[in-house]
């Protein structure tokens, strides 16, 4: 006898056992099939995570290679990254990660019941991509003093000798890595985990701590730069956006989705 076993759409993703129980009178026999593992699918139309162009599909879901441009306005460098995400064993890395998360140390039923939304995945992974929260994240940042005792950043040209390292480490933050290494391994994860994901790269950087939607300086009456404000404009920034629908906001804002795994100021 053949079985078809199918999946809703917004199914739980991760690692399952797979047992068949057959029932006869009173007695009862069960027998383990084995394992599976159920991902996000971006070619089901049920799925929020559904894109119906085939070539996005094949860029940003299947494409193992792709260009960061890092620099500055007016020198514009294009690297070359490779992110791995159908390398072995990175899928196991990936859904360990999901697993060492905060959230899921916090309350483990209500983080893997919420495992069937992209959105929520989306703010596991990028808080797990850094690890300067303490929270066993995979890359340590640092954009001061010397590297010359670890990696420098811009050494780095992939996800997968980071991701591998850091499972080999027990888990502890490879050092180091910056806002292009955040973004590249996290394209990486999302990847893997079914979720259509792309790399972001912006020049003249701003970043508005205050929320007053002005980039303050502050300087004295001779003219000299005052350290006062926590505002910041940086030569560029990289970050991710990822694709899937908006339940919580409507449908206007279904679409690409801004995450940024660099630990820039805290945030859930």
Known sequence: TN???SSPANAVIGRYNLTLQVTSGNRIFSRFLGQFVMLFNPWCPGDD?????ENE???YVLNENGIIFVGNAKYIEARGWYYGQFQDPLLN???TMLDL????????AIDVSRRGDPKYVGRVISSMINGNDNDNGVLLGKWQGSFHSHENPSRWD?????????????YKPVQYGQCWVFAGVMC???????IPTRLISNFNSAHDVDRNLSIDKYYDSSGKSLNIGKDSTWDYHVWNESWFIRRDLGTSYNGWQVLDATPQEQSK
């Open 3 to 5: 079985f078809t076993i």
């Open 49 to 53: 995570v559904y894109m119906a162009n």
């Open 57 to 59: 599909r094949q860029e």
């Open 93 to 95: 890395i990936c859904l």
């Open 101 to 108: 998360s905060l959230y899921y140390r916090q309350d483990p």
């Open 158 to 170: 992939g996800s997968v000798v980071i991701l591998q390292k850091w499972c080999q480490d027990n």
């Open 188 to 194: 990486t994860v999302l990847r893997c985990l079914g």
